[in-house]
């Protein structure tokens, strides 16, 4: 089933963003389009693509493209512009809010308490330029490889989910530690202060592709939050999640599968250190070294059980063991 449409300035809840579009995804019920002014969409074709332009009334008008050569005619006559690639195309009306085009369905995915999202195989996400700028499907702003912001509402935090698929292209061994994904925070100030480590030796046992999260807690100070490293081979994506509470401590999950122990080792509100960087920081459509963050979701609560099986299941197709 498509996923179903809404055009509005206005902020829209359990919905992902592209300009003006809002793109309902299965987990929260949208209700019949005179209440909620949600529309049906089309998925697009195999290989093609959906293209959406707001007008003033009854809904978005709807074209599909089967391939490249198809969307840039269809583009060519709503921007004038003869684009040279269909990601061409898609990042032109990534920066138009009347338009939007997407490339795929995006399955169900656990919308409620998200506040960051990202998806480097989803046209409104990403292009496939070969660029590493992306757009935050709840917010709209782009972000290029290893920059962000200070997110407001990941300062002071008691509750943190990140759920992240990531893509390990080739060994690591010999190399230092990369970050695919961190929130550091500078001064004193309550901040959220967790990293994805990934580690070429761990320890000194010299194995390959070692991964934790690892933060900063009012209680432990650095700490392993999830009280488990795991070991990520070349080749493989797999989705690599941690839930954290400043009452229980963080769960790692690999795919649908808790690992390691839940531990209060770190229990405590994240934040309150020093370090040079105070931005949130991601790799993801251009890898760091040899990794790269297909998929990130970041929410502002604990998701339970069933909602992780529901995230890793939207993923699940994308993974590669």
Known sequence: MPNVIKYSASTQTNALKSGNFWVGIGDADKGPTGTTGYWNGINPPVGGYTFYLNKAANGPSVYTAANSSQLINLVKMFSGTTFGSAAACINWANDNPDYMIVNQEFPMTITDGLQFAFDTDYSISHSSDGTDKWYDMIGGASYTNGSGADPVWMNGVDEITVCCLLEKTASTVGQYAYHP?????????????????????????????????YGYTQNSGWTNLTDLFIRMFPNQTLMVSMTYSSAAGGQMWINDTKVGNLTSAG??????????TSVFGMYGPMQVGPLRVRQALFYDRVLSDMEMYYNYAAVQSRLVF
Request: net charge negative.
């Open 181 to 213: 994904i961190s929130k550091w925070n500078s001064a004193y100030n309550l901040n959220a202060s967790f990293v994805l480590y990934q580690f070429d030796d761990y320890q000194g046992n010299g194995n390959d592709g070692i991964l934790g999260w």
């Open 267 to 276: 229990a405590g509100a994240l934040g309150n250190t020093n370090h040079p």
